[in-house]
């Protein structure tokens, strides 16, 4: 009879941690509509032994989710919470692996679900560790819709729009929007924690009289204070230019925002040719 991982637990006989614990949660339809944390806790459950927490979750409804693991110590102040969070598509199973932030989790809350949606999870505590960041940013393209600037007595602003038909991104539920009246975006808003770099393209025609045209791109809810560029020409010609911006999300959620101002009761365009977002997991 082979003797072979014997006592260890492994094909090849070496003693090391076997990569999962027992089985922390376990679950099947459950409803999140409109948030939830995942029922079992009695207190907390105890993972000071592991590096990580493996949550699988199987997305069953037709919004994203938002997972978010609770951590504390055991003679820590109240006040600590650590916290991560990762996201599911609409539709789709993940398995998430969480480094573990203390030495036990209070709860794992599941928000972002509509009513019907459901999910089946599994939880295990782990000893793999998550893997670093792979230094590609997520992103998300737009492409921009021409606006007639009316003469307006004191000039005219407003907020500058995008095609809601023509949105590229590598993860789409990163990602929610604002609309305006006639259906266009005209903010782009996100939770998802990390360093974001935001760049817009801009496109005047030539004013029927000369006036101050002013391109603004902004991200709020920033580590620090909110962010905005701004590019600016008195002239009688048509005006292109490029503005950008750059900040740490604070997750409250984060907002991008292109406006444009004439200062003179003139006519004139005003397109944004692009604008991208690109964020870099902290």
Known sequence: MSTVGVATGHPDGEDRAMPHGGTILTGAALSVNGGVDLPGFAGFFEVAGYRSLVVVVNNKGATALTVTPHWDFYEGPGSLGQTDAQTVAA??????LFQNQGDIVRSIHVA??????????HVVPSNLDPLAPSGTPDYIM????????PSVVGGASGQVPWDETV?????????????DGAGHIVQVKTTKPGRYEAFAVFHFDAPA?????????????????????SAAITTTKIYEGTVGVFGESSGIPSVFEADYSLD???????????????????
Do not use: H, P
Request: a positive charge.
């Open 91 to 96: 539709g789709a199973s993940k398995r998430m």
């Open 112 to 121: 972002g679900g509509g009513a019907g949606d459901t999910i089946d999870y």
């Open 142 to 149: 737009l492409t921009g819709i021409a606006t007639a600037i």
């Open 167 to 179: 949105v590229r991104s590598n993860d789409l539920s990163f990602w929610t929007y604002t609309l």
């Open 209 to 229: 009289a000369s006036t101050d045209e002013t391109f603004s791109l902004s991200m709020t809810g920033v580590v620090g204070g909110n962010v905005i560029d």
């Open 264 to 282: 003179t009761a003139t006519t004139s365009n005003v397109r944004g040719q692009r604008l991208w977002i690109k964020r870099w997991a902290l």
